[in-house]
């Protein structure tokens, strides 16, 4: 099989041959159709490092059809359509769990290039639950990448009160007006904490969520501080920094600070939940995908997610355009 690999050097990007692997007993091998580059964890984490980087985290959101089952598996069929948690590939093994969602049959109203976000969608609902959002609460969402845009949808189908999103490209503030968010502040253009401090009122946010990753997640924590009202949550999504985050102690004292997901339901529970919400349309997919590659051009296309963020956003590699 054919795999994306990233060995020593920056924005290392290559193709990789292995032999394709043969199912164990309790495995399920799957013939890759397409897969997500998740511009995040891919770039801030492997991309940019100047060391190699293991080829079994290089990518995690990958859509196919089951090629062959090992002989323990009853709950998946040949020609069955999956989503997979694993790397850029031709070929992915599954192991079927009833708990870990690493492994989904599809639902025919969900095509492939769309099931490729599952994982994201599945944990944008994780954070939606964190967050800890009410009814009636003001959002903040600061960031609207792949994961700031899923997370905006999920708390649209819940009764917040407002969304307010905050990005610094136009790009990803027309997508988040397209997906009917209350407020968007174009950072670029305006003091976000000073914009959203006059749209609450000059109170603050009843929930801030910080989804801006890389280097500029440094300034984004700063600024989700300033926004928080007394008594309000600063949930934390974003990671690779590249740094370390300030905590100011006269900025967060009487309010939560809340990392991550912090959720206890199964992941294969939430993944029907994350499934359940796109074949509903409540959660769309399909606007945030910018570009498609063959994967045979892997290396063009994480270098236009790194150079050009301001057009790019889902970028898929296609590995059976049939």
């Known amino acids: 099989m054919i795999r994306v690999i990233k060995p020593e050097g920056f924005a290392n990007i290559q193709l990789d041959e292995i032999p394709t692997p043969t199912p164990e007993p309790g495995e399920v091998l799957a013939r890759t159709d397409v897969t997500l580059i998740s511009r995040g964890s891919e770039l801030f984490a492997r991309y940019i490092k100047a060391d190699a980087v293991s080829p079994s985290i290089m990518g995690y959101s990958l859509a196919g059809v089951v090629e062959a089952v090992g002989r323990d598996v009853n709950a998946y069929r040949v020609g069955d359509r999956v989503m997979v948690v ?27 290039e769309e099931a490729t976000f599952v994982p994201l969608v599945t944990s944008a609902v994780a954070w939606a639950d964190s967050s800890g959002a009410h009814a009636g609460d003001t959002v903040v969402i600061l960031g609207q990448g792949l994961v700031g845009s899923l997370v905006l949808q999920v708390l649209r ?18 997508l988040a007006r397209g997906f009917g968010v209350d407020i968007v502040i174009n950072a670029h253009d305006s003091d976000p904490v000073v914009a959203v401090k006059e749209a609450t009122g000059g109170e603050g946010a009843d929930v801030v969520i910080d989804c801006v990753g890389g280097h500029a997640g ?22 690779y920094q590249q740094a370390p985050l300030a905590v100011h102690s006269a900025k967060i004292m009487n309010r939560r600070l ?33 570009h498609r590659f063959p994967y045979t051009d892997a290396k063009a296309a994480f270098d236009l997610l790194w150079d050009r963020p301001g057009e790019a956003l889902g970028v898929l590699l296609q590995w059976d355009p049939g």
């Open 86 to 112: 694993a790397p850029h590939a031709s070929h992915a093994i599954g192991t079927p769990h009833p708990t870990d969602g690493r492994i989904s049959a599809l639902p025919d109203c969900v095509s492939q």
């Open 218 to 239: 440094v300034r984004s924590f700063e600024q989700a501080q300033d926004m928080v009202r007394p008594r309000g949550t600063l949930h934390l999504i974003a990671l």
């Open 157 to 174: 189908t819940r009764d917040v009160g407002r969304i307010i999103a905050v990005d610094a490209l136009d790009m990803r503030c027309d």
């Open 258 to 290: 809340v990392a991550g997901i912090l959720t206890d339901e199964p992941r294969a529970r939430t993944v029907a939940r994350a499934l359940s919400l796109m074949e509903s349309r409540d959660v769309r997919v399909g606007p945030m995908i910018t």
